[in-house]
């Protein structure tokens, strides 16, 4: 292939608890992502057990999808979109998470929403659980540390699979299950933490790690179960992982930055991938146990099951590259939740991002040379602040040359060989920064009007880079000018 595929999934991709709001309407019950606060660049996100009296949780708003659907669907098949990444908010459809039965008034939402795609001719992409759980069964179970939360992961996507059987055929079980192994673990895996922390900051014990890998094991379980299940309801049905795509270079050649970022290649990057896509766990895994005296329950019908239950498709989110030296001398430098130092032949975002679009490349040859199976790009874009001109246009060049940058290295990696089906960009229509919970670290091709004040009337503007993007889906990632 010296081109992009004729039938070449061109979307972009948003999350519930950053977009949707109405985080409290038609019997929605709370999510672990309902309880941060909001933060910026040198202030963490704190969570709160309790709800703080004015206070600003970026979830419970959005960017208010939940009441422009129909809007903001149109404006997506404005641009052309064949696909749209989004994610089903778990506590929409199971309130608690151990409900007996599925919230009608949900059920119907996501109906509605995927409807309204299939009337423009989107493919919906479904993420099953991005970010967020019902927060009882982080009360009441400990979370994905409990196994019992497994059964509650399924009957979930069992209704999903069920319900819009006709509607959907594209689903990702997890968003970023890898993170379980970089962070702490509320964010993606639920696990308790104590009033008034900041979930994603600080360096984890053993503990930590011991807590995050047996609560990761119990997810990869889960999703291996789904992975079957879902092919029972519908043998068209594409299910795949979705991975936070890291590419860690080494500062030197001096081996021990080589074997550094190698390693984390590894942990980052192939732990997860490994057991999704290959059905059983890498073999550096023991070594890593043993250094963390981590020992996981692992029974011999998980290992069967995830045998079983490998995913379709290989997707993945990349913004940036990390380097990574053994020299304590030189200086940090973090991004999106990554750390490392600054790599002198790239530049780098307000947030810290290495801006680098051949890391995309690197990244795409590296995981299709290791699994063999179709990969999606399903995360990718820039965070940066938009100004509004005094004639109401958003001239976001700086968005239209990182994206112009990134889809140039895709289509050099089709080029490689490698089997690449989609791009969907991150925050197609600005929503609130999981990261930092802020609505100034804006990602969209359309301007929504709200701030970190919580002030704005939600909205819609389409910005330059909406028009850009238009251009290259028509031409089918040919046309890519800047004009």
């Keep these: 292939m010296t081109e992009f595929p ?11 608890n950053q977009y949707e709001g109405a985080w409290d ?48 669907i149109k404006l997506l098949a404005g641009m052309g979109y064949k696909t749209y990444r989004m994610s089903v908010a778990w506590t929409r459809i199971f309130p608690n998470g151990d409900d007996a039965e599925p919230n009608q ?30 927060y009882h069964l982080t009360e009441a179970y400990g979370s994905w540390d409990d196994r019992r939360v497994i059964d509650f992961y399924v009957k979930y996507a069992k209704t999903l699979f069920t319900e819009y059987k006709d509607l959907v055929h594209y689903w990702l079980t997890f968003n970023e299950i890898n993170i379980g192994m970089l962070f702490g673990g509320y964010m993606s895996l639920g696990l308790p933490v104590k009033d008034g922390a900041a979930p ?3 360096e984890m014990t053993d503990e930590d790690i011991q807590n995050n890998l047996q609560g990761l094991h119990h997810q990869f379980v889960a999703s291996a179960l789904a992975v079957k299940i879902g092919h029972k309801i519908n043998s068209n049905n594409m299910i795949g992982c979705m991975i936070a795509g890291n ?74 590259s990390n380097t990574l030296t053994t020299d304590p001398s030189k200086a940090d430098a973090a991004g999106n939740f990554s750390t490392g130092v600054k790599n002198p032949y790239l530049k780098y975002s307000e947030w810290g991002w290495a801006m680098d679009p051949k890391g995309l490349r690197w990244y795409l040859n590296d995981v299709y040379g290791r699994y063999g199976i179709p990969v999606m790009v399903v995360e990718n874009g820039l965070g940066a602040r938009d100004v509004v001109e005094k004639d109401g246009s958003i001239k976001d060049d700086y968005r239209i040359d990182y994206l112009k940058g990134h889809i140039e290295q895709m289509k050099e990696a089709i080029k490689d060989g490698v089997d690449l089906i989609g791009y969907t960009p991150w925050g197609c229509i600005d929503l609130v920064s999981a990261g930092t919970g802020q609505m100034a670290k804006r990602y969209g091709f359309v301007y929504v009007d709200r701030d970190d004040n919580q002030e704005g009337d939600f909205s819609r503007t389409p910005k330059k880079s909406y028009y850009w993007y238009k251009k290259v889906i028509e031409s089918n990632g040919e046309d890519l000018e800047n004009k």
């Design 247 to 320: 590419v860690n270079y080494p500062l030197t050649s001096r081996p021990d930055d080589v074997l550094k970022a190698q390693l984390a290649n590894e942990i980052n990057n192939y732990y997860c991938g490994d057991v999704q896509v290959r059905g059983a766990y890498p073999h550096f895994a023991q070594r890593f146990w043993d250094e963390h005296n981590v020992k996981l329950n692992i029974t011999a019908e998980d290992a069967e099951v995830l045998k079983e239950g490998t995913v379709d498709y290989y997707t993945f989110s990349y913004y940036s």
């Design 105 to 134: 008034k949900g059920l119907d939402f996501y109906r509605n929403v995927f409807e309204e795609c299939r009337k423009y001719g989107i493919e919906p992409l479904v993420t099953i659980s991005h970010y967020e759980m019902p």
């Design 25 to 72: 309407v038609d019997g929605k019950g709370v999510s672990t992502a309902d309880l941060l606060l909001g933060g910026t660049y040198d202030k963490a996100r704190v969570f709160t057990k309790e709800l703080k009296d004015n206070a600003y949780y970026p979830s419970h708003e959005g960017s208010d999808f939940y009441h422009h659907y129909k809007e903001d």
């Design 6 to 16: 004729k039938n070449f999934l061109w979307g972009g991709a948003t999350a519930a």
């Design 200 to 202: 994603f900051n600080g």
